[in-house]
C-alpha cells in the first residue's frame, strides 16, 4: 500500500483488507493444490497411455507432469504458511482485531 493510502483509512478498514487480502492467499493456495492434482493426473494418464499404446514420449513427458505437480504442492505449502504468519503478525500488532472485524458500519 501506498503511504497516502495508508493514511487515508482507519483501522478497522486496514485490518479488514488485510485479513481478507490472507484469505486471499489462502484461496490461491487450494486453486495450486486442484491444479497440482490436474497435473499429477495427467502424468499417470500420460504414464498408463504411453505404456499402452508403446509411446515413449508420453512415458518419458509423464515425470514432467510429476514433478511439476509435487513443485506446487511444496509452492502451496509456503504459501498458506505466509497467510498463517501474516494473520499471526496482524493479530499480534492490533490485539483489538476482534472489535475491529466485529465493528459494524
Avoid at 493510502?5 to 486442484?34: E, P, Q, W
Avoid at 490485539?95 to 459494524?104: F, M, Q, S, V
Amino acid at each position: 500500500m501506498r503511504t497516502d493510502k495508508l493514511l487515508s483509512i482507519d483501522r478497522r478498514t486496514f485490518v479488514r483488507f488485510a485479513f481478507d487480502r490472507n484469505d486471499g492467499l489462502r484461496s490461491l493456495a487450494t486453486g495450486l493444490a486442484v491444479l497440482a492434482w490436474l497435473l499429477i493426473g495427467i502424468g499417470f494418464f500420460c504414464l498408463f497411455a504411453g505404456l499402452t499404446k508403446d509411446t515413449e514420449v508420453m512415458v518419458l513427458s509423464s515425470p514432467i507432469f510429476f514433478v511439476l505437480g509435487i513443485l506446487l504442492f511444496i509452492w502451496r505449502s509456503s504459501i498458506r504458511h505466509q497467510a498463517d504468519s501474516l494473520d499471526y503478525q496482524l493479530m499480534a500488532a492490533f490485539p483489538d482485531w476482534r472489535e475491529l472485524i466485529a465493528r459494524e458500519g
